[in-house]
Structure formats: C-alpha cells, structure tokens
C-alpha cells in the first residue's frame, strides 16, 4: 500500500478512532471514517478532479499533516464540540462519560464568555453526588456576587447624593454670588453713571483727527460756555417795535438764503444766536430788523466758511435794501456789542455726538437736523440749551423711526435722560402739531436731499400727538395767532 497515495484508506489513528476502538465497536469507526475521508476529497479536489501529488519528496504535504496532528492533539476536547458529540453517540459505551464532559466543557466556555455567576444546573440523578457539589458551589458563587453588590451599592448612592450636595452648594453660592454682583452693579450705577456705557472714542485712538483723547474735556468745556451764550429769553418785552411772529420770519428768510448760499448749517445757527444775544443787549427798530439777520449770516459765514460770500452778494439778496456800506457797519457794531465773543457751543457738533452712540444712521441723524432747525424758529426754544435740543432732536427721530429705546449709552453721550428730555420733546411735537407757519423752512426739508424730513414728521405728529401732548402746550400758540 502506497503511503503517500490521498485517494487510498487511511490508516491514520484519530480520536473518532481511539474513541471507537476502546468501546469495541469496529463499524463505528467506518461509519466515522466516510464523512472524514469525503471531506478531505472535497478540498483536494479542484472542479470535481482529484488532483494527482508526487508520490515521493513531497514535503510540505507531510509536515502539513504533521501540524495538523499535532494541533488536534493539542487542542482540549471541549473546543470541537461538534466531533466529539457525533463520535460519542454513535459509541454507547462512553456516551455517559463523554456526555457529562462535553456539557461542562460548554458550560465553562458560556460562563468564560459571559462573565456573569454560576447558575445552578440540575443534572439527572446519577447517585455520585456530582449535583449536589455543583449545587454548593454554584450557591457559593452566587453569595459572592450578592454580596459584593450589596458592599458596592451605598458607596454609589453616597457618591450620588455628595454629588447632588455638592451641585447644589454650587448653584446657592452661585446666586448668591450673582445677587451680591447685582447689588454692587447698582451701588455702582447709582455712583456713577458710566459704569454701564459703551467707550466709543477708543476706536478713535488712532485718528488724529478726532482728538479721542480729549473730546471728553472739549464737551464739558461746551457745556460750560453755553450758559455764557444763552440768549435772554424774555428779550421781546423790551423790544417796543418787534414781535415773536416778526423774528419767526426773519428767521424763515435767513433759512432761505442759507440754502441759496449752500452754507454749512453751523452758519445758520451761530447767525440766528448772534440775532438773539444782540437783541437781548440792543433795543432796534422794526426796519432795522433785516440789516441785523443780514450782517449776522454774513459774520457767521466768515467765522464758519471756508470761502464765504461777498457783502455784495448778501446786498443784492436783500433787494439792494442796505448798501454795502451799511452791512459793514452794523458787523462792527454787533461784534462790539457781543464784546467778539463768537464762542458758540454749535448744537451740530452735539448733534454728531449723540450719532456716534447712534452708530451714525444717516436717517435719523436727517430727522435730527431738521428737528433742531425748529428750535430757531420757535421762541419757545430759547430758554434750552444747544445740547437739550440736540438730544431732544435725537430722541424724537429715533421714535418716529423706531430705532429703540434710549439706552445708558445714549443717554451718556446725549447728557440727558427721558426725563430730562421730555419738555422739549413735547414741544417739538407740538410745533409739528400746528400748521405750517414757515414755508421756506418747509419746503427745505420737503426735498429727497432731506429725505423729505418735516412731511415725514408732520404726518407722525398728526397721528399720535394726542399720546405726548395736552391742551396746555397750544396755550401760547393760541394767544401769539390771536394777537398777531
């Protein structure tokens, strides 16, 4: 017989073999050899052709079936679970014996994969007290276990409830942390009021220009000289020839030279102060009155202008009524009398500052403009600061645009309060309320330049006046229509 030879019988010994050869039983063997012998001509065959091997030198065939022996023979009879259970019921001598080795052998294998306690199994009754071994130790490990689980279980609930503790202690020493920081913050709004406001001139460092370092200082300096050039605002009871209507339209006119003239509006407002202040000093007649709006707008151009008009130019805008010689005149004379103070706090550069807090909205600062342009014209105005009206002018434009509410910041920059701005907020409304007394001045700011500003407003005033203003502001009003 050819050893070498795959196709022929085997004659190597395997456990299926020892198994049925110490039972006695030869057909068991044969019975177990066919599907072993099948299989291996499964695999050595390639499309149903067996393969033909060297019958000698052939090497690896024989260490490879050395290995696999000495594999199979290493490895425990457990892990071929499959096997042994077909060898050992076929083979009824050992079936006891193999039976209760292959269930523990599975058993062990479960409980090293699971990981979890023995759990008690009844076996059939043998009489050799393997049950009951069994039992104990299965009842053992399961103390074990309970045990362990009852030691672990407070230490985790302590934890849980120290943490609970814990996170509670946070959340009190955190609110009353927040409620000590809320009570400092109003000590501290209360001492000052900055504490809450937005610094915008730090973003103005780095521009020359715009003197961040001390525009600050340059405000209350403003502040201060516009008590010096505050007009007196009675000045008309001295004034035997004059009324309130006559400076409304001398104002209305000088509104419409400006615009002629193309003039920065800081003209228009330093010519209207320098009108005020002289006829507070001055007592002048009703046909002089023109030559003083005359050489105020001329004063202030030069004072204001880069380039200002000629005498001749505001000559000839008032008809050639007063020569040139006549317009130089009265300059010396009002400049003597206001002793050359030209020191006029302009409201326009308080007007930009509040824009800054504004984020410089072009819309709103528009409205502005024309609503601080009323202040001229209306006498009522006099009594105000330059500032005052400038934050009024502010406060109405952003209401009637909807910009928000007057925040710490605006009013920090503004220097006033709703409080503070309320009267002259009221009286702006109240002017817009009446009808239209100034046409130059309206039609100014009727145009698409303005964003057509005063019927923008005036059509806001006619539709909720009645939330801001009452009976007792028109009561002046109706006394100047009915004297006039």
Avoid at 95 to 101: A, D, G, I, V
Avoid at 234 to 239: L, S
Avoid at 333 to 356: C, D, G, V
Avoid at 391 to 401: F, S
Wanted: charged share 30%; glycine share 4%; proline share 5%.
């Amino acid at each position: 017989m050819n050893e070498n030879d795959e196709n022929g019988p085997q004659t190597r010994l395997t456990r299926a073999k020892a198994a049925a050869m110490s039972a006695g039983d030869a057909p068991a063997a044969n019975a177990a050899k066919k599907p072993l012998q099948t299989k291996k001509a499964a695999t050595s065959t390639t499309g149903g052709v067996p393969r033909k091997r060297a019958a000698l030198g052939d090497v690896s065939n024989v260490n490879k079936a050395d290995s696999g022996e000495t594999k199979e023979a290493k490895k425990p009879t457990g892990s071929k679970v499959g096997l042994t259970s077909k060898a050992t019921m076929q083979a009824g001598g050992v079936q006891k014996l193999s039976r209760t080795n292959t269930t523990r052998t599975a058993m062990g294998a479960k409980d090293a994969n699971t990981k979890k306690p023995a759990v008690d199994v009844k076996r059939p009754g043998s009489g050799s007290g393997i049950g009951s071994a069994q039992k104990k130790r299965s009842a053992s490990q399961k103390s074990i276990p309970e045990k362990t689980l009852q030691q672990e279980e407070p230490p985790r609930k302590r934890v849980d409830v120290e943490k609970l503790e814990a996170k509670k202690a946070a959340t009190e020493k955190a609110s009353t942390v927040k409620e000590k920081v809320q009570a400092t913050e109003e000590v501290v709004e209360k001492a000052d009021a900055n504490y809450e406001v937005e610094n915008l001139d730090e973003e103005d460092l780095d521009d020359p220009l715009m003197a961040a370092e001390y525009v600050v200082e340059i405000f209350d300096y403003m502040r201060q000289l516009e008590l010096e050039t505050l007009p007196n605002p009675d000045y008309i009871e001295h004034q035997p020839d004059l009324e309130w209507k006559m400076r409304g339209i001398l104002v209305d006119w000088l509104i419409e030279v400006h615009t002629r003239f193309r003039l920065l509006p800081e003209t228009l407002f330093l010519a209207v102060n320098l009108i005020d202040r002289f006829l507070s000093a001055e007592v002048v007649a009703l046909d002089r009155l023109q030559l003083v709006g005359v050489a105020a707008m001329f004063i202030a151009s030069k004072y204001e202008e880069v380039l200002s008009p000629h005498v001749a130019n505001f000559s000839h805008v008032a008809d050639e009524t007063f020569s040139d010689k006549e317009i130089l005149d009265a300059e010396r004379h009002i400049l003597a009398t206001l002793e050359y103070n030209m020191s006029f706090p302009n409201p326009m550069n308080f007007l930009r500052r509040i824009s800054k807090a504004d984020n410089y909205d072009i819309q709103t600062r528009t409205l502005g403009k024309y609503l601080m342009e009323i202040s001229l014209l209306d006498h009522r105005f006099m009594q105000y600061r330059q500032s005052h009206v400038s934050a009024a002018a502010m406060y109405l434009a952003r209401l009637i645009l909807e910009r928000g509410p007057w925040d710490p910041t605006l009013a920090h920059y503004a220097g006033y309060d709703e409080e503070e701005i309320e009267p002259v907020f009221r009286l702006m409304i109240d002017y817009l309320h009446r009808p239209v007394c100034h046409e130059a001045f309206f039609k100014k700011y009727a145009s698409k330049k303005f964003l057509k500003a005063s019927i923008l407003t005036r059509q806001w005033a006619k539709k909720y006046h009645h939330h801001y203003i009452d009976s007792s502001l028109s009561e002046p009003y109706n006394y100047i229509k009915d004297h006039e």
